[in-house]
């Protein structure tokens, strides 16, 4: 059974600072990845969709990289900035039969203070 | 490119009424997923759409229950609602048909529903 796990939990940063989230899945035969940027109270924005055979993926101050072998992505955020704070969600889509659903991890809560 | 939306965006309703979620996916997609999201449980899986059949149903009792209609939009139903049922319903719209891995989801912006 697929398991996804991000650390930190929470994180709070001054402005300007980069910084890396974690996401580790149990289970590396996956077939993509992606991360989620939540705000207070709003729906899901996708970031970043990694493939399986890839090993990064960029866009703007962001960069996501894979290792399936040892089950972990990261997300990098350059020079972060007050409106990145929200929740960072990632997910593997588990495809148990012939359903689609994906599998979150927890999240990290990221603060950038001002 | 018009992204999923969800209607409506707010609800409040009395314990044992029961509720209708709305979800447009993009055009094109035939896959609609939907989500409970809770402070103490997270997110969680309710059931998942393609083209107007049910592929699978997460762990919720009988009284959540959906549908999908030829145009691929998609509904959810409450019955019954109990307190807990308060949560952040989100729904996800894929362009993918099965085990592919060139898709992602894009989610909409959910309905709070708030039973008092």
């Known amino acids: 059974k697929q398991e996804v796990t991000q650390i930190p939990a929470a994180l709070s940063v001054p402005e300007g600072e980069n910084l890396v989230l974690n996401c580790s899945f149990t289970d590396s035969a996956i077939y993509n990845l992606q991360w989620f940027r939540q705000d207070p109270g709003k729906g899901l924005t996708s970031l970043l969709l990694?493939?399986?055979?890839?090993r990064e993926q960029t866009s703007g101050r962001l960069n996501a990289s894979l290792d399936k072998s040892s089950g972990r992505s990261t997300l990098y955020i350059a020079a972060s900035q007050p409106g990145d704070s929200a929740t960072y969600l990632c997910a593997v889509p588990n495809y148990g039969g012939a359903t689609n659903k994906l599998i979150f991890g927890t999240g990290t809560l990221l603060a950038v203070q001002p | 490119k018009a992204g999923v939306t969800q209607t409506p965006r707010y609800l409040i309703k009395t314990r044992g009424q029961q509720v209708t979620l709305s979800c447009s996916p993009i055009?094109?997609?035939?896959?609609v997923s939907w989500y409970q999201q809770t402070p103490g449980q997270g997110l969680q899986f309710l059931f998942e759409y393609f083209s107007e059949t049910q592929r699978n149903k997460g762990n919720f009792p009988g009284r959540f229950s959906g549908r999908q209609f030829s145009n691929s939009r998609s509904e959810m139903n409450v019955s019954t609602l109990e307190l807990g049922d308060s949560a952040l319903y989100l729904c996800?719209?894929?362009?993918?048909?099965?085990?592919?891995?060139?898709?992602?989801?894009?989610f909409g912006s959910g309905t709070r529903l708030t039973v008092v």
């Open positions: 996800a719209s894929s362009g993918s048909t099965g085990r592919q891995p060139g898709y992602g989801y894009t």
């Open positions: 055009s094109g997609h035939r896959s």
């Open positions: 990694i493939q399986s055979s890839q």
